[in-house]
């Protein structure tokens, strides 16, 4: 396991940061201000769980369910949650804030999923995620679509008897043929924010996903009023610059925040970092996808590099040209499609979440809280706090009992070895679509520690710093065996 040793220092923390309250795993779990100092160390987990930018688990585990609420948001001196000295969300002691759990890649019925909209609501609703956007392939969930029921369609007369159990004979709009149900009405968003939402506990976010047939460029329009018209370029970069550019263009008509991310990076042909790069106005991407056929983890053998280093090698490049550029932000994500068969192979979900500090359970608040830093992305990792001062970055995490944490905190340093070379195949050849080689001062591990509260001490050097915790705990329902719970902390400039 790669280091470089890095002086800790142990600084109390300042008096009256927020801190969870010891209360059962499942549930609302309330904040109080107490005055803390630094958390207790715990052991290291074996060399063998930890495999460079791969976790592997063995067996599943549950997945967090836990929401942190807070009266009001506490700012103590210039330390701030969510590693921003300028929190944009709270700039009184007396505004609210509170985490919430959600899923910004799902498909259904009305794509390419295997489920209906609202057995897939449902799943998610009663397993303690807080919002959920839809991302079909190139449309929204409005307007009237049927779906045949049996044959080759993904809809079954037994999915259709599960949802009259669910939901109630009635609930399902049938059209017959010869005395028999012949179609299904597909439930509109409008339909299923009426029957799902509830104030402050759960809320449906508008979605889609853009997608350019052939180039594999995917992105996510998330809190869309409508579909986003489908644009093309002459290049992956040029697609993906006008993807983003199309969803900010409807953004500013409805006047509502919206954020676009790119999908998958590693998927059919991929999308690589010098690709990714030449689509500057890109402020999101999926550093975690549960689909088994996007391999977060990279795929060697075509030059395609794990999503954390590909961040690494975008975020320094970027940042070395101009340090004055917007931090890129990594999403964690299910892109679920199968709700029916379950397990290694199959596109589940509940693999992949963000945990966002908002204002309220609100489509706007939520997108502000992404555009400013202010989430972290998991596997099943909860952490407590995540604070940031002039001095340092400090990762709490919540940890559950028994279980051993190691996080690495992670960055480039300003004049780095900027120098590529090409990845080559197993004949010494130039691969022809892949990422290129960088020095390993790109995306370096600044510290590794298993202390908690992790802390790294900023040098001041540094062109950015973001945090990966590691839990020895297996992840629920892999995509590959040997996944364990991971979480990803959002960059942050020293």
Not at 148 to 171: C, V
Not at 268 to 293: D, I, K, M, Q, W
Not at 398 to 421: C, E, L, N, V
């Amino acid at each position: 396991m790669p280091t470089t040793p890095v002086s800790l220092r142990s600084a109390p923390a300042p008096a009256g940061v927020w801190r969870k309250k010891k209360m059962p795993a499942l549930g609302s779990i309330g904040l109080r201000p107490v005055k803390s100092g630094p958390g207790k160390s715990v052991p290291a987990p074996s060399r063998s769980s930890v495999l460079g930018n791969r976790i592997r688990p063995v067996q599943a585990a549950r997945p967090c369910q836990c929401k942190f609420s807070a009266s009001h948001f506490l700012r103590v001196g210039r330390t701030c949650f969510l590693g921003a000295t300028v929190f944009a969300l709270a700039s009184a002691a007396n505004v609210s804030a509170d985490w919430y759990k959600g899923v910004t890649h799902v498909h259904s019925l009305w794509s390419d999923g295997d489920t209906a909209p609202e057995w897939i609501t449902k799943w998610y609703k009663d397993r303690g995620y807080e919002f959920v956007a839809f991302s079909e392939h190139n449309v929204l969930q409005s307007g009237e679509k049927w779906m045949q029921i049996g044959g080759r369609s993904n809809l079954k007369p037994e999915h259709l008897d599960a949802l009259r159990t669910d939901f109630g004979a009635d609930w399902p709009i049938l059209r017959e043929a010869n005395g028999r149900p012949e179609a299904m009405r597909l439930r509109t968003f409008d339909e299923l924010s009426a029957h799902f939402n509830v104030p402050g506990a759960f809320l449906l976010i508008p979605g889609e996903e853009m997608t350019a047939i052939g180039s594999g460029v995917h992105t996510n329009a998330i809190n869309v009023r409508e579909a986003v018209r489908s644009v093309e370029g002459t290049t992956r970069s040029e697609i993906l610059e006008n993807q983003v550019a199309a969803i900010e263009a409807q953004s500013k008509k409805f006047n509502v925040p919206m954020i676009a991310h790119l999908n998958h990076m590693n998927w059919s042909n991929g999308v690589t970092a010098e690709e990714v790069l030449g689509a500057p106005s890109l402020r999101f991407f999926e550093v975690y996808n549960g689909h088994p056929g996007t391999h977060p983890w990279g795929r060697a053998e075509d030059g395609m590099p794990p999503s954390d280093e590909a961040w690494d090698i975008i975020q320094s490049t970027r940042l070395n040209r101009d340090p004055s550029t917007p931090l890129l932000y990594g999403v964690a994500t299910d892109d679920s499609h199968e709700y029916h068969q379950w397990g290694l192979g199959r596109v589940n979900p509940g693999r992949g979440w963000v945990m966002v500090y908002a204002e309220s359970l609100d489509a706007d608040a939520i997108m502000r809280a992404m555009q400013a830093g202010l989430f972290y992305s998991t596997t099943g990792v909860t952490l407590d706090k995540i604070e940031k001062t002039d001095k340092e970055l400090r990762v709490t995490i919540a940890a559950q009992p028994g279980a051993k944490y190691t996080t690495r905190f992670i960055g480039t340093r300003a004049g780095f070895d900027a120098t590529t070379a090409p990845r080559l195949d197993f004949e010494g050849k130039p691969l022809p679509r892949a990422s290129l080689k960088y020095s390993g001062e790109v995306g370096a591990v600044l510290l590794e520690t298993t202390d908690n509260p992790a802390i790294y001490p900023f040098k001041g050097d540094e062109l950015y710093v973001r945090a990966r915790v590691y839990s020895d705990q297996p992840q629920d329902n892999p995509v590959d065996e040997g996944d364990f719970q991971t979480a990803w902390v959002q960059p942050v400039k020293p």
